[in-house]
């Protein structure tokens, strides 16, 4: 007849991979809003001028 051997993992061993997760999800995020920031996004060509002065005398 053969023992189970149920190991629990210990509240170290835990820890240490809940913070190599964290880690690695910012190490990632930094990364990808790095890359964002290079990417050159279209803006928009022509500068609106909107006059309110006829809507803030009708007030």
Known sequence: MQ???????????SLVKI???LLLAIVIFVIAIFL?????????EKNYDINVTNEIKKL
């Open 3 to 13: 023992l189970k051997y149920n190991r629990q993992t210990s509240l170290g061993s």
């Open 36 to 44: 964002i920031e290079k990417i050159n996004f279209p803006s928009p």
């Open 19 to 21: 913070l190599v997760k």
